[in-house]
């Protein structure tokens, strides 16, 4: 299947089952993988791949002695869930050879993303740029991943309500970095309600539900890619997961880390609070600070600094920046979480 307009896939292959073989048609190949997602993934391929690439770490120095070890090859394939897919990407991108995308959980959207999340020190950058030809979607084998690992995937679709609201308060600021799109924030709130209206299909992974996802995060490409950011689905709720991953020095289940941003900004935003969190526990969605391991005291030392965190980092104007927060505040945010 052939896709239309800027989504940064450049075909892609949806059904169950439609992973068997692919192999056979990619030349020399590598496969950068873990070891669950391969031992499911590598009877069903056809052929066997030259070599192997264990992600271990996304330190970018790691990374990079994997991809100059690596045997030359045609193409690479990325076969699991984010760190997987981003070391791919990489790879491809420094390589200049082809991409496959083939998630074996969807709770991120780095399989339609073209850059790649590499670690420098802990700290998230984005780095490169590369599209996978094809991108393959067996809701069989997506299915085999835990199903809250699956409904994470929808975090990165919540994240327009409270991302959409902060380009909001930049612009009547004066201090949207990019020119403001009403149509585009009109575009992306579109894609939010899909999600809502499918809230029951993606809760029970039906093959609709994964293809809301999926195509949701296609969406998402096609108002972003153009306009050369993603300020519709990137705001304050994804800036207290930086800081945050940067405190604790861990990753987290993105998804996850990213509907508690959506959790505390939204309240920050005073932003149908009641609304966005009734759709997260519909989904299912894992946002709970016990489920991440994040202690109350992180939280809060983590917003008493995200104001200048995010000055120093040079992240976009949002309602962090609007609302000093006091100790009095932080508590009001939390209120509701479980610890």
Same mark, same amino acid.
């Given at each position: ?6 989504t ?13 073989? $692919?192999?056979?048609? /990619?030349?020399? #190949?590598?496969?950068?993988?873990m ?10 391929? *056809?052929?066997?791949?030259?070599a192997?690439?264990?992600?271990? +770490? ?10 100059? +070890? ?10 699991g *869930?984010?760190?997987? $897919? ?39 950058l984005?780095?490169?740029?590369? +599209? ?20 994470? %995937?929808? %975090? ?8 959409? #609201? ?7 600021? *004066? ?32 093959? &609709?539900?994964?293809r809301? $996802? ?29 800081? /945050? ?9 993105? *998804?996850?880390?990213?509907?508690l ?24 969605? &894992?946002?709970q ?13 983590s ?11 040079g /992240? ?8 000093? /927060? ?14």
């Amino acid at each position: 299947m052939q896709i239309a307009g800027q989504t940064n896939v450049t075909s892609i292959r949806f059904g169950s089952g439609s992973v068997n073989g $692919i192999g056979k048609d /990619l030349g020399r #190949f590598v496969v950068a993988t873990m070891e669950l997602p391969w031992s499911i993934t590598e009877g069903k391929l *056809g052929a066997d791949p030259v070599a192997v690439l264990m992600v271990e +770490s996304m330190e970018q120095e790691f990374v990079d002695q994997q991809v100059a +070890s690596a045997p030359p090859c045609d193409t690479v394939v990325g076969i699991g *869930g984010g760190q997987a $897919i981003d070391l791919a990407k990489y790879f491809a991108w420094k390589k200049g050879c082809r991409l496959v995308t083939i998630p074996t959980v969807i709770s991120v959207d780095a399989f339609v993303t073209p850059a790649a999340a590499v670690r420098q020190n802990h700290r998230v950058l984005y780095v490169g740029e590369s +599209s996978p030809d094809p991108l393959i979607i067996d809701y069989d084998l997506i299915r085999t991943a835990p199903s809250d690992l699956n409904v994470a %995937g929808a %975090g990165d679709l919540l994240s327009i309500h409270t991302a959409t #609201f902060d380009w909001e308060v930049a612009h009547r600021a *004066g201090k949207s970095e990019y020119p403001y799109s009403q149509d585009d924030i009109q575009t992306a709130r579109a894609i939010l309600e899909t999600v809502a209206e499918n809230a029951s299909e993606i809760r029970a992974l039906s093959d &609709r539900g994964l293809r809301t $996802i999926v195509e949701g995060y296609m969406r998402v490409n096609t108002i972003c890619l153009p306009a050369g950011h993603y300020r519709v689905e990137e705001g304050s709720e994804h800036f207290l997961f930086y800081e /945050l991953e940067e405190r604790l020095k861990k990753p987290f289940i993105h *998804g996850q880390i990213v509907g508690l941003g959506i959790y505390v900004m939204s309240r920050l935003q005073k932003n149908r609070v009641e609304w966005i969190t009734s759709l997260m526990d519909e989904l299912g969605l &894992r946002y709970q600070p016990v489920d991440m391991g994040i202690p109350k005291d992180a939280m809060v030392a983590s917003l008493q600094v995200l104001e200048p965190f995010t000055r120093k980092r040079g /992240l976009w104007y949002s309602q962090i920046q609007e609302t000093p /927060l006091d100790l009095a505040q932080i508590e009001g945010l939390l209120r509701g979480l479980r610890f």
